[in-house]
C-alpha cells in the first residue's frame, strides 16, 4: 500500500495517541499535534523522519493557520485528517452547569476542529484525494442527563461531516464521523471529572468498554477504503451498551 500522511489532532493521549501509533507502525508519515508532546517523543524517535511531533492548542486559530502552513515539504500532502482533539467537562443538568465548560467544549470541539478542517482542505482538494475523519460521538446522537453541550458539540462534528461530503463531492475529498460509545482506558472520563479518578474509574465499573485499539482499527480501515467510496458515518458501541427508553417522569 502506498505511504500515506495522516495528520492526527489531539495525539498526545488516547485514541489520538493510538492512531499516530498506528499509523507509524505500518510505515506512513504521521503529523501528532496536541498541547503536550513528552508522550509522542518515544514516538518519534522510534521512527525517526516519519513522525514529525508538532505543540498545538486547536481552539488557536492563528495557531492552527500558521502550523499548517509551516509544514516542512516532506509532509506537506496530507492525505488523512483525523480530527480527534476533543473533550466533556463535566456532568451536571443544563441548569447548574458552568458556562467556562461549555465555552471550553465549543472552542475545542466545533471551533478547533472547523479550524483545522479549513487549514488542511485546500491542499486535498487541489491534490484530489484526501479524507477527513473526524471523531464524533454517541453523545452527539442520543440524549443523556448532563450530556448537554458535550452532545451537542458532537452533533455538530455529525452533521457538519454530511455538509463536508455535501461540498467535496467528486472533488476526490471524503469525510466520516466516527462515533463511538462507551470507551475506557483513556483520559477521558478523568477530564470530563477534572481529575477526580475515583469517579473517573467507576464509569467503566462492571463493563467491557471499547478501547483506543477498537477506534484505531476503524480509523486505520476508514483511510484503507479506496477512493470511490465515501463513508459518511460509522457508530460504534460496546456490546455491554446500547440505546436507553425515553424518560417519562409520572406523577407519584
Ligand atoms: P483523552 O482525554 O484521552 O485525549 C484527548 C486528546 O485531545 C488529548 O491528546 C489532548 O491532548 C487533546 N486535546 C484536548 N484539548 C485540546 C486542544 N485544545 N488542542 C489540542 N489537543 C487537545 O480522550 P479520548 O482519547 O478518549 O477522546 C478523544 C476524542 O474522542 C474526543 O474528541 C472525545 O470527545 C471523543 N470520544 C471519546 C469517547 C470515550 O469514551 N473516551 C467516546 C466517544 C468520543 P493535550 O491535552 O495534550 O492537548
Ligand atoms: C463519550 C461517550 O457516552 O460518555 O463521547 O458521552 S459518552
Same mark, same amino acid.
Given at each position: ?150 452532545? #451537542?458539540?458532537? &452533533?455538530? !462534528?455529525?452533521?457538519? /461531516?454530511?455538509? $463536508?461530503? =455535501?461540498?467535496? +463531492? %467528486?472533488?476526490? @475529498? ?23 479518578? #475515583?469517579?473517573? &474509574?467507576? !464509569?467503566?465499573?462492571? /463493563?467491557?468498554? $471499547?478501547? =483506543?485499539?477498537? +477506534? %484505531?482499527?476503524? @480509523? ?26 425515553? &424518560? ?5
Amino acid at each position: 500500500m502506498k505511504q500515506k500522511t495522516i495528520l492526527v489532532t489531539g495525539a498526545s493521549a488516547g485514541f489520538g495517541l493510538a492512531i499516530a501509533e498506528r499509523f507509524a507502525a505500518r510505515g506512513d508519515k504521521v503529523i501528532a499535534c496536541s498541547r503536550r508532546t513528552a508522550s509522542l517523543e518515544a514516538l518519534a524517535a522510534a521512527h525517526e523522519g516519519r513522525v514529525l511531533v508538532l505543540p498545538l492548542d486547536v481552539q488557536d486559530r492563528a495557531a492552527v493557520a500558521a502550523t499548517i502552513d509551516a509544514l516542512p515539504a516532506d509532509f506537506q500532502q496530507i492525505d488523512v485528517l483525523v480530527n480527534n482533539a476533543g473533550l466533556a467537562l463535566g456532568l451536571e443538568p443544563a441548569q447548574s452547569a458552568f458556562l467556562d465548560d461549555w465555552d471550553t467544549m465549543i472552542a475545542t470541539n466545533c471551533s478547533g476542529l472547523v479550524y483545522v478542517t479549513r487549514a488542511v482542505l485546500p491542499g486535498m482538494v487541489a491534490r484530489g484525494r484526501g479524507q477527513v475523519i473526524n471523531i464524533g460521538s454517541v453523545a452527539g446522537l442520543f440524549a443523556y442527563p448532563g450530556g448537554n453541550v458535550y452532545g #451537542a458539540t458532537k &452533533a455538530f !462534528v455529525h452533521q457538519f /461531516t454530511n455538509n $463536508l461530503n =455535501a461540498d467535496l +463531492i %467528486a472533488t476526490g @475529498v471524503r469525510a466520516t464521523c466516527v462515533e463511538p460509545g462507551l470507551c475506557g482506558g483513556t483520559e477521558f472520563s478523568s477530564v470530563r471529572f477534572k481529575g477526580d479518578d #475515583a469517579r473517573a &474509574a467507576s !464509569v467503566y465499573d462492571g /463493563t467491557q468498554p $471499547l478501547t =483506543a485499539e477498537d +477506534i %484505531a482499527d476503524t @480509523v486505520e480501515w476508514l483511510a484503507d477504503r479506496p477512493a470511490h467510496v465515501t463513508i459518511g458515518s460509522i457508530t460504534m458501541m460496546p456490546s455491554c451498551q446500547s440505546f436507553g427508553p425515553l &424518560a417519562v417522569k409520572r406523577k407519584s
